[in-house]
């Protein structure tokens, strides 16, 4: 039970990263990235690579990053220009396609058979009964990290960029804002994060394959960072939170009460999608709106 | 004779298979005060998108200082000395005035991915400076009590204001108003009458202005051009433009106030 | 060969337009992509199953059925979601619409599971037309969306709904100046574009399978053939489904090998059947990135 509750652990501070990249895009930028689950997978993949070819983990998930980071501004290249609207159909639809792609191409990613044997980190330091709470530590260091990175970005003045560009895209050119380079930045940073997540999902787990990286995932962020506030950073750490427990939680209830698995899995899916309503319609601020910047 | 601030030539563009702009040239000397009017769909707006950056003519030349800018970024123009506000106001709505000053008057140098994660410290001993300066140009457009509100919940005129000490936060060398007074409560138009006259006193600042306010623009402006369905029309001091039979008839039946 | 291919791309291309004209109002009246429009089609077809394994009755009486529901469940999802938004940016519909789509396909899934179901288990009767084989269901497929585009022609130009529809999309300060009841209207176009899209749902279960994740599978598609067509042009959409369906079946057909053979390369080159998704969102991405305003003209709407 407590394994679970460490495991778990570590997937909320995994999912908080991707939350926290989300509302960096989002909350403060304005940009519809509906394409996460892409940067997670690139992540993902090219750490287990790495690290199953030999490479030290913490280097291996470093690459990860810097790859995912890459795959990023590849795709903030080409769609700069288009309308929110478009833009998130363009980023779903690439992440369909990588994730068709990671599906087909089994010299990469072990096809729809996955890659297993992930090694994980510091596992020969660590004794294997202590693992859980090691792992558990470590993803929170890394959230730790990114909540730092994600705040300063925030609050300087390249965040203060960010935010004009969210409002109005033309007012700040007019200030003389290069506002294409300034979106380039926002979503490498954003998916070089995803994509630190991604690593840490693999290693976490030592198993990868397709079923993981579906859009569910991307729409699961996008509902802790409604839910949890956008443009509130804590929020995105609560609404991680919140979608894990919720996703989690009513896996038990099957144990008790006598339900098909399948059917709890769709019952937990269509509460978030009420939720993801129910927030829009009554709270659209999120549990912990943006703070006023007052100087 | 110096060379002019603004000298556009030939400037056409055409949306669908209408003829916005045709052939139109005008120019702005240094330190001059330049009103363009015309009747609606006259082009005025569509040349100052061109002068600005936001649209790209298909055909003529728009130089700024003496370089040619055609087709230039927007931003990359407002980098250079040339600035402009919207004819509907555009500020940051959900950012306080301090914050968009903030914004309106930041190095670029500091506005780094970088700086912003590893040069936290350098930002931070920056920031009284920028908000003194801040403080400064909304003390001058006496905003100053509003200063930690949302740039939302001011009134029209109000965030006309804000938009204005915007465009002078880096003392631009041409500043482009779109309708300045379109809306505006007589009173503070003449307030909006001095501070442009007192601008270009105080720091020899070039003006392009767009109105339909006849007073406002025979207040203010040295120089008065009139398009008329995207030609030039006509071109003068503002009082024989006032006079002038073609533009007259070009105008008639339409009020002469906003 | 090339005849099994058209008569592919026309299949898939009705199957196509009858969500796709309901996208492209949405798209421009509303001004936000509706990513719940797959789910309509989704609810439409399983509520046809459920008439027809349920209750027993003829799949095309249950189809129809199963139109009106969905139809239904559109103008529902505006009266709970939709209408309390109508001032809100687009991005925020756009958002409800995704949780609404979430909602939608678990409740499906929660209540008849997600393994595949199929309408029938009869073999089906098979016409020949040259080379190309067509079945009965997809003739009838291709009838019933033919109907359908008619029928919607009808609407639009010959119903003062359809005058009051075209009049909102051109202008709608001007509509609502001339005393056009725009929310009346507006939970009309709901009801009628659910009831397309739940109808276009049906008929693309009956040509290939039953499951939860139609609408996901469908909607990215659909969204291509409406900017394709123009957003907001009724006819592109159609005229954009058409030409997504040929695209889609083309690629697949043609031996890419001419684009080695310049460099000694001797052999065939098909695009593998696992990629037969990621040529919809090649495309999608192709035209999102070449054609953002369409190849048509289209009317009002985000961009």
Redesign the interface.
Known sequence: MIELGLYFSALIAIYAIMALALNLQYGVGGL?NFGLVAFFAIGAYASANFSIAGMPILLSMVLATVIAAIAGALIAI??MR?????W???T???S??IR??S??EEWLTGGTFGMPNIPQPFAELVPVSAYSSFFAVFAFLFLIGSYW?AN??AE??????M??I???E??????????SRFKL?VMA?GAGMVGLAGALYAHLTTYISPQAFE??VT?II??AV?LGGKGNLKGSILGAFIMIALFNSTRFLGDYLDI?A??IA?????L??????LT??LR?DGILP?R???? | MTTPIIDIKGLSIAFGGLKALDDAAFQVGKGEIVGLIGPNGSGKTTALNCLSGYLKPSAGEIKFKGEAITGLSPDVIANRGLMRTFQVTKIARRMTLIENMLVGSEEPSNETLTSSIFGRSGLRNKLPQQIERARELLASVKLSHLENEYAGVLSGGQQRLLAIALVLVRSPDVILLDEPAAGVHPTLVGEFVGMINGIRKDTGTSFLIIEHNMQFIADVCDNVVVLDAGKNLASGPPDLIHKDPRVLEVYLGKSQDA | MLEQVLLNSVIRGSEIATLAIGVTILFSLLRFANFAHGEFALVGAYVTYFFVSVLGLNVWVAAALGAVLGGFVALLSDVVVFRRLRVSPGVVLLIASLGLSIFLRAVIAAIWGVEGHNYSDDLEQIYRIGDAIITHTQLVIIVVSVAAMAGFYVLLNRTQLGRAMRAMSDNMDLAKARGINVEVTIRWIWFIVGSYAALGGTLIAMDTQLWPDMGVHIILVVFAATVLGGIGNVYGAVIGSFMIGLLENASLAINWAFIATPFGYDGSLYIPTGYKSAVSFAVLILVMLFFPKGIMKGSSGDQ
Do not use: Q
């Open positions: 519809l080409p769609t288009l309308s929110i609207h478009y998130a159909i363009v779903i639809s690439i369909e396609l068709v792609i599906t087909n990175i300063s970005v300087s003045p390249f965040g203060r960029v935010k004009i969210r409002e109005d033309d007012f700040g050119r007019s200030l003389g804002k290069d506002v930045k940073l859009p569910i729409f996008w509902a409604i098909n399948v059917t769709n019952v937990r899916l269509a978030i999608g009420l939720l993801i309503m829009v319609l659209p943006e006023k910047k007052e100087f």
